[in-house]
């Protein structure tokens, strides 16, 4: 049975799912449209505090997954 899905910690998500798919955070930076260390300091240093719902639409189109997996507040 799979694991429920958690809306608590989209860092670790997000790292989790770069990190199986071999992709790098500046090349998802470039595909949500940021500069490219925007994603990696989004997972290392919190900053931003939460992406913003276009980021998580993207991210959540891309992996196929609930965009709320990176971030419940807009």
């Known amino acids: 049975m799979a694991a429920p ?3 608590d910690r989209p860092r670790e ?3 989790e799912l770069a990190a199986r798919g071999g992709e790098s955070f500046a090349d998802l930076s470039q595909m949500v449209r940021r500069h490219d260390g925007y994603l990696s300091r989004f997972v290392r240093d919190g900053v931003p505090a939460a992406l913003p719902g ?3 639409r993207l991210l959540g189109a891309y992996y ?11």
């Not at 196929?64 to 997996?69: A, L």
Request: proline content about 5%; overall charge positive.
């Open 64 to 74: 196929r997954t609930d965009p709320r997996e990176f971030g419940l507040s807009e």
């Open 13 to 15: 998500r997000l790292a």
């Open 54 to 56: 276009e980021v998580k």
């Open 5 to 7: 899905v958690r809306f």
